[in-house]
């Protein structure tokens, strides 16, 4: 049997009417409030980073800020799940499910 790779929910800095989304770092700090929510669970001491956690990171397409949250989540907080879904439902951000490829590799 092979398992299905969680989804990625890709939610755009552009309103539904077509407006850029403000302030210009909300990518940042979304990702930055769910930074502790990790699959391996938060670290602490001397193995403890700062960073974004792999389930809910900010990118830059084509010129457009977005937050990729993976579907897991979802699994490991449901609260933050929630959180992110109904930031971008009420900020009305477009968002859309697909998956974020890899860069091509050099031949």
Known sequence: MT???PREVFIQ????????FRPSDW?????GAM??????GVRSGIDAFI??????????????KFVIV????REVEPMAWDFVMNFARDNQL??????????????
């Open 13 to 20: 800095g552009v309103t539904l009417e077509g407006r850029t």
């Open 94 to 107: 477009q968002v859309a499910e697909a998956c974020l490829l890899p860069p091509p590799q050099a031949t």
């Open 51 to 64: 960073g974004y956690s792999p389930l809910c990171v900010p990118r830059v397409i084509n010129g457009v």
């Open 27 to 31: 990518a940042e700090r979304l990702a």
């Open 70 to 73: 993976n579907e897991r989540l």
């Open 3 to 5: 398992q299905t790779k």
């Open 35 to 40: 930074s502790c929510f990790r699959p391996d």
